[in-house]
């Protein structure tokens, strides 16, 4: 494979750039493959990458019924952290933040990871109370936790409205300064890049459309371009996970909802960090280009729809004017949708299923993106090894029958309950 | 924007409701033994596919009223209405 370094780059400008070589293959389907992920996002393609390159199963192919990156990773606000209070998911979070801050050199590719912090707005007594415990958690879990007051908070962010008489006036903070952003389309390319070179076949245009079980084991998947077998299947496909599992007479404890996010004109710095509105759901950070990214709530009920819908979208943007005024006043650049795996405590599932050889990855609700390296490395394990790693324990299918919910928020499908 | 038909009240606007998931689910009887794979499936499984959805709203800003709703997941048409105590064929 070709490294992408300034050499490389000078040597390729002799030639107009181009010759370079192509940064993935658009391979055949083989007929067997040791593992078959489905989904070509971000999660499938960095288990196909960690599949390779950490217990050494090349044999590998991902199948994806669109275009790679086409799905929720393309489709986020690119927001990174770990600022979890429960030990499941601040541990398994962590762990992700040491791979997405070693993510460039490890996929040479830059993925302009920016740990710029991100500040939780805390509008009351009880809420700094809140944080205050979170924060204290985090620190437990050896991840960074600050908890600021109003006047600091008005140093970093003087933007927000610090006038008297609002509605929900700003208290202080909880900031978790090691989290931040990156370029979210360049996570995907980097994983499939590297995944590709270690043998990986990446299968575009392909639909899955049944499963082959027999005695209660997997032995391969039937899709729109041939029939695979394969000895171990898992699947990745975030908001499409009811329609597979229905495939596999499968029900989850999942629901299908839509997510928007829109981004505005871009404008010149006005925002360092990444903050949420700690009032609703409301979070917002300037891109590199001056876009201000922002999303929040769900639409709230179920959808495949993949487009959102404006009352929500006018919501959402109230809750940003309250928490920045100055946003009245830009224009929007886009709005888009995603379909989100909405589990019913809010906490992903990455696991075995009743069914041998088949894996489970779903449930990621609002935070995909960042769960991204970690989940990929979970995931690759818990297939390569056949059983779950420490880091993914928590993250059982069968927790919500025997009662061990991870409710961090204590709200998964159910928007209204907040 | 929804337009949801109210059988109560007629044609208002998705401000007016709020959502209540699938209206397929039915709560175990209570007067035998349930297991908790029963509870399981009542609590928490959801089929939630894409296509043809029958589900709960409030009429929350209305008549209060919880009503049935046949709505498409993907296209968002609403093809039918119901009183939440009417069975649907």
């Given at each position: ?8 780059l ?25 593992v ?47 600022n ?5 998911n ?19 590719y ?14 009351s ?14 620190r437990?879990?050896g ?15 003087p933007?927000?409205?610090?006038s008297?008489?609002?509605r929900?006036?700003?208290y202080g ?21 590297q ?6 076949d990446i ?21 729109s371009r041939?029939n ?38 871009p ?28 999303g929040?709530?769900?639409?709230g ?6 487009r ?31 379909i989100m ?5 809010g906490?992903p ?30 995931f ?13 324990a ?9 009662g061990?919910?991870?409710d ?11 | ?13 998705q ?5 209540g998931?699938?209206a397929?689910?039915k709560?175990?009887?209570?007067n ?5 794979q ?12 894409r ?32 009183k ?6």
């Open positions: 494979m070709q490294k992408y370094s300034i050499f490389n000078v040597k390729n400008a002799f030639s107009n750039h181009e010759n370079w070589d192509l940064a993935w293959k658009d391979p055949t389907p083989k007929e067997v493959y040791d078959v992920i489905i989904g070509g996002g971000g999660h499938g393609l960095a288990t196909a990458y960690y599949l390779a390159k950490e217990h050494n199963i090349t044999n590998v192919a991902i199948i994806e019924k669109g275009w790679i990156g086409g799905g929720n990773v393309g489709r986020n606000t690119t927001i990174i952290r770990s979890y209070m429960h030990d499941e601040g541990l398994f979070s962590e762990f992700g933040m040491d791979l997405w801050r070693k993510m460039s050199q490890d996929l040479n830059n993925v302009m990871f920016s740990p710029r912090g991100i500040i939780n707005l805390a509008h007594d009880a809420q700094m109370n809140a944080y205050a415990r979170r924060g204290n958690s985090m437990l879990n991840i960074d936790a600050v908890l600021l007051n109003r006047e600091q908070v008005k140093e970093i962010i933007m927000a409205d610090f008297e008489n609002v929900f006036p700003i903070g909880l900031m978790q300064p090691s989290a931040g952003t990156a370029r979210h389309d360049a996570v995907a390319w980097g994983y499939a890049r995944a590709d070179s270690m043998g990986v299968i575009q245009n392909c639909e899955v459309i049944g499963f082959d079980v027999s005695a209660g084991k997997i032995k391969g998947i039937r899709t041939g695979i077998k394969a000895k171990k299947v898992g699947l990745c496909v975030a908001g499409s996970t009811n329609i597979l599992a229905e495939k596999l007479n499968m029900t989850l404890p999942i629901e299908t909802h839509l997510l928007q996010a829109c981004v505005s004109e404008v010149k710095p006005v925002l360092d960090n990444v903050v949420t509105f700690g009032a609703g759901h409301f979070y917002v950070s300037q891109s590199d280009k001056g876009e201000m990214v922002m929040g709530d769900l639409d009920y179920n959808s495949y729809a993949q959102g819908n404006l009352p929500t979208l006018q919501h959402v943007l109230t809750e940003g004017i309250a928490m920045m005024p100055f946003l009245s006043k830009l224009k929007m650049l886009r709005t888009w949708g995603g795996d909405m589990s019913m405590d906490s599932i990455i696991d075995k299923t009743h069914i041998d050889g088949l894996y489970l990855n779903c449930g990621w609700c609002y935070g995909g993106f960042k769960a991204t390296p970690a989940s990929g490395w979970t690759a394990h818990t297939i390569a090894q056949d059983r779950v790693h420490e880091l993914n928590g993250y059982s299918l069968n927790r919500f029958n025997t061990h919910l991870i961090e928020k204590g709200l998964g499908t159910k928007t209204w309950i907040s | 924007m929804l337009y949801i038909n109210c059988p109560h009240c007629g044609m208002r606007s401000n007016e409701f709020s959502y998931g699938d397929s689910v709560r175990p009887e209570l035998k033994e349930v297991s908790d029963e509870w399981d499936n009542f609590v928490y499984n959801r089929k939630s596919l296509g043809k959805h029958l589900e709960l709203w409030q009429h929350i800003s209305g008549c209060r009223q919880w009503i049935k709703v046949e709505r498409d997941t993907a296209t968002h048409e609403i093809f039918r209405t119901f939440a105590d009417e069975e649907v064929a």
